[in-house]
């Protein structure tokens, strides 16, 4: 009854063990046809990928020297800029003050003079006292 015992308690281990073993053989193939699918589609993906990468590094080099051009544009700009700032700048100013000085003296001519106060140095127009009067009053000060 013991050799009994012992052999169906080993046709039951065996079994059981051979149920695990074949599971085991159906996910091993699984992972086997899975591993080849994806190696099937990664492959043209990492060949497209590597196109890519090769025609974004020739975009960026025809970005860089359109780069190095407008930077050397720019600085030729600013070289120009100054040196027609230094050269008609300082010329046009003067001529600008000028123009000024003549066109406040021509208007002062046909002014009256404003009277003098009694601080020194200091000239007070009071050619239109009434509308500074009014002014005042119309913001509230007067």
Same mark, same amino acid.
């Given at each position: 009854? !013991?050799?009994?015992?012992? !052999?169906?308690?080993?046709?039951?281990?065996? *079994?059981?063990?051979?149920?695990?073993?074949? #599971?085991?053989?159906?996910?091993?193939?699984?992972?086997?046809?899975?591993?080849?699918?994806? *190696?099937?589609?990664?492959?043209?993906?990492?060949?497209?990928? &590597?196109?890519?990468? #090769?025609?974004?590094?020739?975009?960026?080099?025809?970005?860089?020297?359109?780069?190095?051009?407008?930077?050397?544009?720019?600085?030729?700009? *600013? !070289?120009? &800029?100054?040196?027609? &700032?230094?050269?008609?700048?300082?010329?046009?100013?003067?001529?600008?003050?000028?123009?000024?000085?003549?066109?406040?003296?021509?208007?002062?001519?046909?002014?009256?003079?404003?009277?003098? *106060?009694?601080?020194?140095? #200091?000239?007070?127009?009071?050619?239109?006292?009434? !509308?500074?009067?009014? &002014?005042?009053?119309?913001?509230?000060?007067?």
């Amino acid at each position: 009854m !013991a050799g009994i015992l012992v !052999a169906v308690f080993w046709a039951i281990l065996v *079994s059981f063990l051979a149920l695990v073993l074949v #599971r085991l053989a159906q996910t091993l193939k699984a992972a086997t046809k899975l591993v080849a699918d994806i *190696s099937e589609q990664a492959v043209p993906l990492l060949a497209d990928a &590597s196109a890519t990468v #090769r025609s974004a590094h020739t975009q960026l080099a025809r970005v860089d020297s359109i780069a190095a051009d407008v930077q050397e544009v720019t600085a030729n700009a *600013s !070289a120009l &800029s100054s040196t027609v &700032s230094s050269a008609f700048g300082g010329p046009l100013v003067k001529v600008a003050a000028f123009g000024y000085g003549v066109r406040r003296a021509m208007g002062r001519k046909a002014e009256p003079a404003p009277e003098r *106060s009694a601080f020194v140095g #200091r000239t007070v127009d009071r050619t239109l006292p009434s !509308a500074r009067r009014g &002014s005042r009053r119309a913001r509230g000060k007067g």
